[in-house]
């Protein structure tokens, strides 16, 4: 209790201080500090959950110990414990658990709930809680207006509303304007390739942008115009990973609060799954019946 205590004050902190930035203008900051309040959020969440399933478990023992197969009405408890094993680290029961049940029902059984295979009956809202992908837009919105109001702030989300909702171009893809084809009418423009060979010749080809080329044709390009796109790529990213901006002193010690946080989370879960976890000192309880 005393250790679940502490993580709830560490949340409420974490919301005191986004609700500063809010009330300072840094909604940048806050937009970023509030996955951080989520992951939590949904890590209590999980924890919750877990414990609910190492207690119904733990009290339906005997019904294991009589049946080979998994019952239908403890499938989903110990799905879920499988697959939260690995993602919970600081619940290291967990895996003793799992280890346990795979020696039980078999490697497959296990794979099935680790994988999340078709019917493997993992509780769907403990995905939810353990997935690893970043909160949405809609999520984090909610959040902050919700910790704006519970600090009576005066804040206008517009500005935050219209960054969240803002859809960032793919550059990887390119820009779109460079594949669309000119519309009719409009100016022909013409590129011009030139290039000397080793004899002192020059040869020149002029290309226009709304004609069709033939890839054979396109192939012949001079290999000193590709050449010279590849040295250009190379100083533009070093330009870049100049002017990149290093880290800040308060992320660096907001990332490793973080960490500080994680590895002090001990709950009730932790307790229930070592309560667990005792059954195997048990006259071999978890073994199938022959």
């Known amino acids: 209790m005393l250790l679940q205590n502490k993580r709830d004050l560490q949340l409420k902190l974490m919301r005191k201080e986004i609700a500063q930035f809010l009330q300072a203008g840094q909604e940048a ?12 959020q949904n890590l209590t969440a999980a924890y919750a959950i877990l414990e609910l399933f190492c207690e119904f478990i733990h009290a339906r023992i005997p019904i294991i110990e009589s049946q080979r197969e998994c019952p239908a009405e403890l499938r989903e408890a110990i799905a879920s414990i499988i697959f939260a094993a690995p993602r919970c680290s600081d619940v290291p029961d967990l895996l003793l658990i799992k280890n346990l049940f795979m020696t039980k029902y078999g490697k497959e059984f296990v794979l099935a709930a680790a994988e999340l295979r078709p019917d493997s009956g993992v509780n769907r809202e403990l995905i939810e809680k353990l997935s690893i992908s970043a909160p949405s ?12 109001r519970e600090y009576n702030l005066d804040w206008d989300s517009s500005k935050t509303e219209a960054e969240l909702s ?14 669309d084809r000119a519309p009719p009418g409009s100016p022909q423009k013409r590129v011009s390739f030139e290039s000397s060979s080793s004899n002192g010749t ?5 290309v226009d942008s709304n004609q069709n080329i033939p890839p054979k044709t396109i192939s012949k390009v001079p290999n000193e115009i590709k050449s010279s796109s590849r040295n250009d790529d190379v ?3 070093k330009s870049k990973s100049k002017t990149e901006r290093r880290p800040e002193s308060s992320e660096i010690l907001e ?7 994680s590895a002090e989370r001990a709950s009730a879960a932790a307790r229930a799954a070592a309560e667990l976890a005792k059954i195997q000192y048990g006259p071999r309880k978890f073994e199938g019946k022959s």
């Not at 837009?137 to 704006?148: F, H, M, N």
């Open 29 to 40: 900051i806050a937009r970023i500090r509030v996955e951080h309040v989520i992951r939590e």
């Open 137 to 148: 837009a809609d999520v984090r919105l909610r959040v902050l207006k919700d910790i704006a």
């Open 166 to 179: 803002k859809k960032h171009e793919d550059l990887l893809g390119g820009s779109k304007q460079m594949h």
């Open 202 to 206: 020059h040869s020149a080809l002029t």
């Open 235 to 237: 100083i533009v990213s």
């Open 255 to 261: 990332r490793a609060r973080a960490a500080i946080a």
